[in-house]
């Protein structure tokens, strides 16, 4: 994590690294663990198998 608060970019001639945001890495770990809670708790989608009569 301390790297991405350091040389949030830097540019050598024509080529330009940017880092990523660290706020849009927390978003996206909350927004994972949210998601991995779910599917833990059973809240998740549901698949269902079914067989025709005939």
């Keep these: 994590?301390?790297?991405l608060t350091l040389n949030q970019s830097y540019k050598i001639?024509?080529?330009e690294l940017v880092?990523?945001?660290i706020?849009?890495?927390?978003k996206t770990l909350e927004f994972l663990?949210?998601?991995r809670s779910k599917l833990v708790s059973g809240a998740g989608?549901?698949?269902v198998t079914?067989?025709?009569r005939r």
């Design 13 to 15: 001639g024509k080529r």
């Design 23 to 26: 706020e849009e890495i927390r």
């Design 45 to 47: 989608p549901k698949f």
């Design 33 to 35: 663990n949210l998601e």
């Design 1 to 3: 994590m301390k790297a």
């Design 19 to 21: 880092r990523a945001d």
């Design 50 to 52: 079914g067989r025709l």
